[in-house]
Each structure stands twice: as structure tokens, then as C-alpha cells.
């Protein structure tokens, strides 16, 4: 009962790190909070299959802060409640991105580097709904994206972003992710988006019973997502996601994600 009071009234959390290559404000800040839930009935290569369908839920928070004309930075953390993991701390992470170009100013394209540190509790690294490697990640990534705008208001935007991780024990990863924006108005804001994720571990089948994380496991999986949002003004942005896993390998399969966030923008 107390879970579930805390999971009806605790302030909503975002996803992640911020992945697109354009910056807020500069000296601006972006809270954003959000709830994700989602669920799945099996886990693909499992030596034992799942007993049950498994009800997932997440709380997220990220702070995004444009530091300097060049550099942004962001630190996040992340909550989780799943049949495996009693509700508690999963993952926090900071990162530290540069923007080489912006094409905002005139430059071709949009194209920033970072690097981010990540934590994830010993809890989550047992728990198979955890997409995570090892206690401690290490990533570098990029973004790169074009901005398409009509009378002062970008209308479109098409972005691509590209990591490489390592964790303290077992085989890198590589992630992508490939986006098209839509802006109405200024006012209505439509995302598709696609998120793929390669682990190259050696093992090729997974013991639900028996995980410690996904960094000897040769993982594959493929997500698309479609996102609504609705600004509100000066008050920020309302988003609404769906997610779907279009493709698992050794890994949780046909996960359906239903995602509310809120991102409000405030500086000092």
C-alpha cells in the first residue's frame, strides 16, 4: 500500500540523458520529470522462461544545464519498481557534452561530443528489466542533426545519435538512435524515433534466476517510439510516449513502454 502511495504522489521523472545535439539557453536550465510504465511476457534466450508477466514501473529526473557558449552538461537519476526489484534506486549519471557546430548559426550541420559516468545499484544489475552492463558505465557518444525552419521557428529537425560504452567488467556496447521532430506552431511537437542497442558479450543464452547484468550477454534489440507534446509557453512542455520493441536477443521482448513527462525550462 505505502508503494503505491509513493508511486501515485512522487514528483515524475524523465528517461535519460539528454542525446540530441542542440543545447537550451545558454545558462539555461531544463528539469525534466516523468513516470514510464511497461510491461512484458517473456525474455528471449532465458534458460528458464519468465513465471509471469512483468509489471514494470519508473520514476526519472533529469537536470540539463547550457554552461558555457560551447559546453552542456546534465545529471540524472532514476527510480524503479519491478517484480524483482522492490521500489528503490536503480541508475544515476552525469554527462558533459561540447558542440563543435550548430546549424542554428549557420553551420551545415548540428554535431556535439560528450561523455558520461554512470552508477547502477547491485539490485538493478540482477534484475533482467535493468538494460545495463555493470556497476559502473563509461560512454562517449555524439549527436549530429539538421534543423529545417520556416519565418524564425524551426519546423523540422533530423537527428542521429551514436555511442560507445564500456563497464567495469564485461564487453563494450554500442547504441543509435535515429530521430525526426516535427514543430506545429510552436506549440505541438510530433517525434519517431528509432533506438537500437548491440551488446557484445560472448554468452548466448540468460539465467533470469542467476543475472548479474547485461555485460557478458550478447544482446541485440531494437525499440521505435512515437511522442506527442504540448507546450504550454514560457510554463514549458507536456510529452506523452509510446514504445515498442521491434526486435530482442537476449533480452526482455515485445515490451510495450507508455511514458508521461513534463520538461520545464527556468534560469537564474
Not at 550541420?109 to 559502473?136: E, K, Q
Not at 521557428?153 to 543509435?176: D, H, K, M, N
Not at 510529452?239 to 513527462?261: D, G, M, Q, W
Amino acid at each position: 500500500m505505502r508503494r503505491l502511495i509513493f508511486l501515485l504522489f512522487f514528483p515524475f521523472f524523465v528517461s535519460a540523458l539528454e542525446v540530441q545535439p542542440w543545447f537550451g539557453g545558454l545558462y539555461e536550465f531544463h528539469l525534466q520529470t516523468g513516470y514510464m510504465y511497461d510491461y512484458y511476457r517473456s525474455v528471449e534466450g532465458a534458460v528458464v522462461p519468465l513465471g509471469s508477466t512483468s509489471n514494470d514501473h519508473h520514476l526519472f529526473w533529469d537536470l540539463d544545464f547550457h554552461a558555457a557558449p560551447s559546453w552542456d552538461c546534465d545529471i540524472d537519476l532514476h527510480l524503479i519498481d519491478t517484480p524483482r526489484h522492490h521500489f528503490g534506486f536503480e541508475t544515476t549519471a552525469i554527462q558533459m557534452r561540447y558542440q563543435w557546430l550548430d546549424d542554428i548559426v549557420g553551420d551545415p550541420i548540428t554535431l556535439a561530443t560528450g561523455f558520461s559516468a554512470r552508477y547502477v545499484s547491485d539490485v538493478s544489475l540482477r534484475d533482467v528489466s535493468s538494460l545495463y552492463h555493470g556497476p559502473a558505465e563509461f560512454v562517449i557518444n555524439f549527436g549530429l542533426g539538421n534543423e529545417f525552419v520556416d519565418n524564425d521557428q524551426w519546423r523540422a529537425r533530423i537527428w542521429f545519435y551514436g555511442a560507445f560504452g564500456q563497464a567495469t567488467f564485461g564487453s563494450p556496447w554500442l547504441e543509435g538512435l535515429f530521430g525526426l521532430d516535427a514543430n506545429v506552431h510552436e506549440m505541438h511537437k510530433f517525434s519517431i524515433f528509432f533506438d537500437g542497442l548491440h551488446g557484445f558479450g560472448r554468452r548466448h543464452s540468460l539465467n533470469i534466476e542467476h543475472f548479474h547484468g547485461y555485460g557478458k550477454i550478447y544482446q541485440r534489440s531494437i525499440d521505435i517510439a512515437l511522442r506527442y507534446g504540448y507546450q504550454f509557453g514560457v510554463w514549458g512542455t507536456v510529452k506523452f510516449t509510446y514504445e515498442r520493441r521491434l526486435l530482442a536477443k537476449l533480452c526482455p521482448k515485445n515490451v510495450n513502454s507508455f511514458e508521461i513527462s513534463y520538461l520545464f525550462p527556468f534560469s537564474f
